[in-house]
């Protein structure tokens, strides 16, 4: 402290309430910071006055059944049923309806969100109506002559105004506008011939759109066909993606199809260039190491070198897959004993470990050991660590293990897993 | 007892395997014996025979009892278990005179050699590794805790656990040269001699 601070400072407090924001600090940790680290409750915790609102907001989203609705539930419901869904209601709190209401996330989910006490005319199909709704009497006869013919006209320009919604053309017309004209005209009279309303006449005006509406027909009109660009456009980049024929030939080879190949975890591990020299000059080219694996005990390593970036990387990665080999893991986790495998002057030793060690190994071995599925290991390369071949020993130790089946086949002696008597053979 | 004869044993049974021999010969000892007669005990080697410096007839290539002989010993075993105990002196066998391979054993005990049977499974030889623990210029001595950490895949003593998969260990013991898991199980220690997987 300075001694040529005023007093002033000295003895008065800073004012509390104006608190300094802390400059942004870089967290020095990987591990998140512990305020986002501490656990929240699933639902806050709800105050007093907001609970009120809440009790508003409940009653307003969610009212009780009142007298009116409960005399329409039993047109509809036999008193049984009634009793039920009174007790379904009574069973659950509206205030809960509206803190803890969720999204579905059950297998049995609609796939688009609905309100479904509303009707939408797209998605919707419309409700079927039964004579019980058209109001008045149900009267109704054959239609004499006079009748029908003042129906049909009626009913073809009702078609005709559908057709040509600007009007009629009028005038002089061309040849094929005429012809047009023509056409739409029979259309509508011969639709006009086909409607009930033709051969039928009520004195009741409601039985007679009765027959007009397709809620009324026996057989349930086709939803409106969603004609929407984005629609379009999907539809197209699923008819158009490229296919690759490499990958193609892939598939055949493997006899699989695009959605197993999407399964598969690919990863380059190693990119650098390369030339050859020759008497024209240096041919500089790309050379890559991809690994692949199922991640469910299946792994392959591929190399790929070409003038092409893309085109070499393309090849790694088809190799590899096809290079892919049944990897044995112990419990499906990790090896069958320690392996040692030598490429080189790269020495690679893994080593067995018990359940939730993890992988402790090098980036390499640990990408592989992803890509095969397995999770507990550990591993030196107390040698050479070239990355081709600390990759390549990698993948030639774990496909290449000597299994206790077969070394007791060999021996002529009985092995017996000790963990899966211990446990019961419960063991994963 | 010098460890560099079974050295030398062990690097010639992983050179043997190597070259995919059938039958392979080495010095004999008292030691060399129990180890193999151990070693075949464990399934490693199919044979273990004494014999001079050429090799004794291969088992498979020697007369064999005819298939007719060997089914009637069966079904009469079948009924008389007993029988399968040897007979007493004097008295002939109801299963038929036991066979008895010739097998010429030099007399000079410089010439002789054991001739073992190596093994093979799936292209692959069953004896692949063998290699010393004590050294000739360091013994090694286990307890018999320091044996069960070993077979139970820890570092005890300075010996690494048997980590590969069906690796077995030899240990010379007041009661002879026994494998590690059954010094465990009788619990009595005594000096590594060697691991083979």
New interface residues.
């Given amino acids: 402290m300075s001694v040529c601070r005023p007093a002033r400072c000295l003895f008065s407090k800073a004012p509390a309430s104006i608190a300094k924001p802390s400059p942004p600090s870089r967290s020095f940790h990987a591990s998140a910071a512990r305020p986002v680290r501490k656990r929240k409750p699933h639902y806050a915790s709800i105050k007093a006055e907001d609970l009120k609102l809440l009790n508003q907001a409940a009653e307003t989203h969610f009212p009780k059944y009142d007298t009116s609705e409960t005399t329409l539930l039993g047109k509809r419901y036999t008193p049984s049923q009634l009793a039920a869904i009174k007790a379904a209601e009574s069973a659950i709190d509206a205030r809960d309806i509206v803190t803890q209401g969720q999204q579905r996330t059950d297998p049995f989910r609609l796939p688009y969100e609905d309100d479904m006490s509303e009707m939408d005319p797209v998605t919707d199909h419309a409700p079927k109506l039964s004579a019980a709704d058209i109001p008045g009497p149900i009267t109704f006869r054959r239609a004499n002559a006079a009748e029908r013919d003042a129906a049909i006209a009626q009913i073809a320009s009702e078609n005709m105004a559908k057709m040509w919604p600007d009007g009629v053309p009028e005038g002089k017309l061309g040849p094929k506008e005429a012809d047009h004209l023509e056409e739409t005209i029979e259309a509508a009279m011969f639709q006009a011939t086909l409607d009930p309303r033709s051969a039928f006449y009520s004195k009741n005006p409601a039985v007679m759109e009765a027959m007009a509406d397709p809620r009324h027909s026996a057989v349930l009109p086709d939803l409106p066909r969603l004609e929407n660009r984005m629609a379009r456009q999907a539809r197209r980049m699923a008819n158009e993606e490229q296919e690759d024929p490499r990958q193609k030939r892939l598939l055949q080879y493997m006899g699989w199809n695009k959605r197993k190949l999407s399964q598969i975890r690919v990863k380059t591990l190693v990119v650098h260039g390369v030339t050859n020299q020759t008497r024209m000059g240096k041919i500089r080219s790309m050379y890559y190491l991809t690994i692949a694996g199922n991640q469910d005990g299946l792994l392959g390593v591929g190399e790929g070198k070409s003038v092409e970036p893309e085109e070499g990387r393309k090849q790694s990665i088809m190799a590899a897959i096809r290079n892919m080999k049944p990897v044995p893991r112990y419990e499906n986790r990790t090896i069958y004993g320690s392996l040692e495998k030598k490429v080189g002057a790269t020495k690679v030793q893994l080593f067995s470990r018990p359940p939730g060690f993890g992988l402790r190994v090098q980036h390499l071995i640990f990408e592989i050991a992803r890509a095969a599925g397995l999770h507990d290991l550990s591993a030196k390369t107390p040698r050479s660590r070239n990355k081709m071949n600390v990759i390549k020993a990698t993948w030639e130790a774990l496909t290449s293990q000597k299994l206790p089946d077969e070394i007791a086949r060999g021996r002529g002696k009985k092995l017996v897993d000790v963990r899966k008597v211990y446990y019961g053979g419960s063991v994963h | 007892m010098s460890l560099v004869n079974l050295a030398h044993v062990c690097s010639h049974m992983q050179n043997a395997s190597k070259a995919r021999l059938g039958l392979t010969s080495i010095p004999v000892s008292k030691l060399h014996v129990n180890l193999m007669l151990g070693l075949q005990r ?3 080697l199919s044979s273990v025979t004494l014999g001079g410096p050429t090799p004794p007839k291969p088992f498979v290539l020697q007369e064999q009892p005819d298939p007719a002989a060997l089914e009637n010993m069966a079904q009469k075993l079948q009924e008389q278990p007993w029988h399968a105990y040897s007979a007493p002196e004097n008295k002939k066998s109801p299963l038929g005179q036991e066979r008895v391979y010739e097998v010429n054993v030099p007399e000079n005990p410089a010439r002789r050699r054991l001739w073992l049977g190596l ?4 292209n ?1 030889p ?1 004896l692949k590794n063998m290699k010393l623990i004590s050294k000739p210029t360091r013994r090694i001595w286990l307890t018999s805790e320091d044996l069960s950490k070993i077979t139970r895949t820890r570092e005890s003593s300075f010996v690494k656990g048997l ?5 077995c260990m030899f240990v010379t013991t007041d009661r002879g040269i026994l494998e590690a898991r059954d010094c465990v199980e009788r619990r009595i220690g005594g000096m590594a001699l060697c691991r083979m997987w």
Wanted: no cysteine.
């Fill in positions: 464990e399934g490693f093994k093979y499974w799936n692959e069953v980590t590969h998969p069906g690796e």
